[in-house]
């Protein structure tokens, strides 16, 4: 079945932020978090095929119009959500880049993926969005802001990083991420943590073959 086309490329939170505040845009704020907050638990529940946009104006405590003024149809819904999780995990990335200068390759893959695990244990929906055709994913700009937030992790571990091995290693690592995402919450809890350095490992073994050994500004913890 074909999925209509989805013209909102950035949440309606980022659009309210574009112009000063006044009570209406305000509430229309408000009323956008609280429809992604009803997406994101429909979803989490559901996943994608399954979740209605009847059930998340339901969970909203929402008229179904008001659903659709803001977003005209699930694809929507989705991309917004999933454009602020980018957000949210964009903003999780960025401080790991001033400790990377001092710690050593085990260290910062181990805070990576356990930044990483958090994430998707505090974004239960996360991995169905994964999971959501094409057309909902977050727009290739913010999608390079993240592999940007990355490479700049990778510089300030390693200075003598080609900047565009630094960029290929970004979108590898960024598809790593997302393959240990999925993986996570298909796993009953009790394999959870081994699939995690599974990872560990993984990332470790990449980061050794592609960066030079003493080309970090410290080996050590």
Do not use: W
Request: hydrophobic content about 45%.
């Amino acid at each position: 079945m074909s999925i209509p086309s989805c013209k909102i490329n950035m949440s309606m939170s980022s659009y309210y932020a574009l112009a000063p505040k006044v009570p209406s845009q305000e509430r229309g704020e408000r009323r956008v978090a609280e429809l992604l907050e009803a997406a994101e638990a429909v979803i989490a529940e559901t996943g994608y095929e399954a979740a209605t946009m009847s059930a998340i104006a339901e969970r909203a405590g929402a008229a179904i119009g008001s659903l659709y003024q803001f977003f005209p149809n699930k694809a929507c819904i989705t991309q917004a959500l999933r454009i602020e999780y980018a957000r949210r995990f964009g903003l999780l990335l960025a401080p790991l880049a001033a400790p990377a200068r001092s710690l050593n390759r085990e260290t910062l893959v181990e805070h990576l993926i356990e930044l990483t695990v958090r994430f998707v244990e505090a974004h239960p929906a996360l991995p169905a969005l994964l999971d959501a055709p094409r057309i909902t994913r977050a727009p290739a700009a913010m999608r390079n802001a993240l592999r940007q937030r990355l490479v700049a992790v990778l510089l300030a571990h390693s200075p003598k990083l080609a900047k565009d091995k630094a960029l290929r290693m970004g979108t590898v690592i960024l598809h790593v991420i997302k393959a240990m995402n999925q993986l996570y919450a298909e796993l009953p809890p009790a394999e959870r943590r081994k699939i995690v350095q599974e990872f560990k490992m993984l990332l470790l073994g990449y980061f050794n073959a592609r960066i030079a050994p003493g080309s970090g500004r410290r080996t050590s913890r």
